[in-house]
């Protein structure tokens, strides 16, 4: 048995010219084999040699033969195997953690997710078929990760709000007050020059520098989340829920870091543990992590020069 993902680019990557899917299969070795496949979008009439297919991922749990696998829907972040052990096991795709084990009476040789992930259907060779309520945070995790894949804000449509709350992180809120009066907005970082912003704002030559810098970054950022060169991007740059390189990473009270807006919807949706522990958290609380970001900035910086070079 075997299933592709659902969605177009399951696994976090820049290509330009190409798309990525993952891959589910299982046999008799008792393994969970997920596979990267990349596609090329501009193919007319494609060809097998035209497709990049590597061993991303080994999941290893059951006892028996592996005889289905099956991917939630909208952005397959779980997968189901069930096997001859007379198991079913929910799997976390990206951290290859083996999330919940479903004990069966007899050998399990089907299952498949709703939509929204809330139930998953399971069959069996008695030919009993079971109908499992999934917990809460498969359901919160799988809505927050959809509306994030679809709905991601681009810096064209920040309000003069995102502006100041921008500056705020980066640690430059003492400029909020020129920002507000002069309304600066996403528009306007996009189509004017750095030194006109910094001279609409009345900045010093020490702001104006780390302003103009800043803006370079951001607009930097804003061209590489949307489709830069081919990178192979590390994973501590990827935020656990979006599974995307993160623009805004900030750190949480669990010691993790996940792009701002991502976690601040996983909050919004009533979840107070954390996304990669499922422990209660202590707050909700978080810092933008300066660092990481700089870091992320400079890998980006050194893949564009590498590209320039080839």
Request: charged share 25%; aromatic share 8%.
């Amino acid at each position: 048995s075997c299933d592709m993902s659902q969605n177009l680019e399951p696994i976090p990557n820049i290509v330009v010219d190409a798309q990525s899917y993952l891959l589910a299969t299982c046999g008799n070795d008792s393994l969970v084999k997920l596979w990267r496949i990349t596609v090329p979008k501009q193919s007319e009439s494609l060809q097998l040699d035209e497709l990049e297919i590597k061993l991303w991922r080994s999941l290893q749990g059951h006892g028996g033969n592996v005889l289905s696998v099956k991917f939630s829907q909208v952005v397959s972040e779980f997968v189901c195997s069930t096997a001859t052990d007379r198991q079913a096991r929910i799997w976390s795709v990206y951290s290859a953690d083996c999330l919940y084990v479903l004990d069966h009476d007899s050998i399990v040789i089907s299952c498949s997710f709703n939509s929204d992930c809330s139930l998953l259907a399971t069959g069996c060779l008695d030919k009993t078929l079971y109908l499992w309520k999934l917990p809460l945070q498969m359901v919160f995790q799988t809505a927050v990760a959809s509306k994030i894949h679809c709905r991601s804000k681009t810096l064209a449509e920040w309000t003069t709000s995102d502006v100041i709350k921008w500056l705020k992180d980066i640690g430059m809120k003492d400029i909020t007050k020129n920002v507000r009066n002069t309304s600066l907005d996403g528009k306007k970082l996009l189509t004017l020059s750095e030194e006109i912003i910094c001279a609409g704002l009345d900045l010093d030559d020490e702001k104006t520098d780390k302003m103009i810098n800043e803006i370079k970054w951001l607009k930097k950022s804003e061209t590489q989340m949307e489709g830069p060169q081919s990178l192979h991007i590390p994973d501590e740059y990827l935020c656990p829920i979006t599974h995307e390189i993160m623009r805004e990473p900030v750190t949480c009270s669990d010691g993790f870091t996940y792009e701002k807006h991502a976690i601040a919807e996983w909050f919004m949706s009533g979840k107070l543990t954390s996304p990669m522990t499922n422990e209660v958290l202590s707050n909700t609380d978080y810092v933008y992590n300066l660092d990481l970001r700089n870091t992320i900035h400079k890998f980006l910086d050194s893949g564009e020069s590498n590209d320039a070079e080839d």
